[in-house]
């Protein structure tokens, strides 16, 4: 069509250049011209070669291609965000109408309006968490390689305790079981309670990622709990305690860190708090599926029975309980007394 204009009239572009009627150079020529329109480029260049016009209307389609599937993907993401914006005004708007329609008080509108916030940047965060990945991943691989890539991200995460590495040698099998089918990850938003002082331990916990706190309550601070005439005279209730004696002196667990290690080996009361610093990924083994799996392998249950009866002969010979007690603080004296 650009062609065509610039020969209807005896003073058009195409009569300027020369040897324009030949094919493909009129073709080419008009080509160029009309995609650099598209740029906004009105400037009309004379090419020595037909090979620099032809690579010249090469370049202008090809950076039209690669602008379109920009401002695509531009487009996609943009749309995406506004879902986002838009499912979360709509939470907020419908909170909003049930608090004035329930002529609900400021105090509690305010809390309910928080949380629904917390709640809203809590759940951005875990769809991007390392749970969700995994279990995303896994469910789209087949038995045996889902099996063979659990065991190689978790197997290091218990391979640096000393019984899990000896029932490894003992055992492949025992262990492979142990971190497919009975580990089971957990997230915590930061600041979460994963268990406190005074509860029943049921199971261990083993650090995936990000971090968290332990605070292992001394002789006094519990001594202080367990006095009902203290708790009734003191103005300070536990919460207040933790706050202000237990984050100070607290521990931080990462990666790698075990925590609960005594609840395999006997019945167990936790003696401390332990809380998510960060956005936590845990991988927790119960103490009765432990018991059941080792049950199936006669070998590996009389080496842990040994084992078991070693370390309570240590740990009651601790003169402050810990939740962190494990194998290697258990073989620590008996290594140094060699």
């Known amino acids: ?3 065509w204009v610039g020969r209807s009239h005896g003073g058009g572009w195409a009569f300027q250049q020369p040897d324009l009627e030949v094919f493909p150079k009129n073709f080419v020529v008009s080509m160029h011209w009309a995609a650099a329109q598209l740029q ?20 202008k389609l090809v950076s039209i291609v690669v602008l379109a599937m920009f401002v695509s993907k531009l487009t996609t993401v943009m749309h995406a965000i506004e879902d ?14 049930y608090l004035q329609a ?34 995303e991943l896994m469910r789209m691989l087949p038995i ?10 978790r197997w290091p995460l218990l391979a640096r305790q000393a019984v899990f590495h000896a029932c490894r040698r003992l055992d492949d099998r025992f262990t492979q ?5 009975f580990l089971c990850p957990e997230t915590y938003a930061p600041d979460e309670c994963i268990f406190s002082y005074g509860m029943v331990c049921t199971r261990l916990f083993v650090m995936a990622v990000g971090q968290s706190t332990y605070f292992k309550y001394g002789t006094i601070m519990r001594m202080l709990l367990q006095n009902s005439r203290f708790r009734r005279s003191s103005p300070l209730s536990s919460s207040d305690l933790t706050e202000r004696y237990c984050t100070p002196r607290s521990d931080v667990l990462a990666e790698g860190a075990m925590i609960c290690e005594p609840v395999l ?25 432990f018991e059941e799996l080792v049950a199936s392998y006669p070998p590996v249950q009389q080496a842990l029975q040994r084992h078991a009866g ?17 194998t290697d603080a258990a073989l620590r004296p008996a290594l140094s007394g060699r």
């Not at 079981?177 to 089918?181: A, H, N, P, Q, T």
């Not at 936790?270 to 809380?275: D, I, S």
């Open 310 to 326: 070693f370390f309570l002969q240590q740990l009651n010979h601790v003169e402050t309980l810990s939740d962190r007690f494990d």
């Open 102 to 135: 329930h002529s609900i008080s400021s105090g509690l509108s305010m809390s309910v309006r928080k949380y629904v916030e917390w709640k809203q940047s809590l759940d951005a965060e875990r769809s991007h968490s390392t749970g969700e990945q995994e279990q």
């Open 84 to 97: 986002i914006a838009s499912q979360r005004a709509r939470q907020m708007n419908s909170a909003r109408r």
């Open 144 to 153: 045996d390689m889902r099996r063979a890539l659990l065991d190689e991200s």
């Open 265 to 289: 080996w006997t019945r167990w009361v936790h003696v401390g708090n332990f809380r998510s610093k960060t956005h936590s990924s845990l991988l927790t083994l119960k103490a009765k599926s």
């Open 40 to 59: 906004g480029e009105f400037e009309f260049y004379n090419f020595e070669s037909e090979l620099e016009h032809g690579f010249a209307v090469c370049h």
């Open 1 to 3: 069509a650009w062609y």
């Open 177 to 181: 079981r142990l971190v497919c089918d």
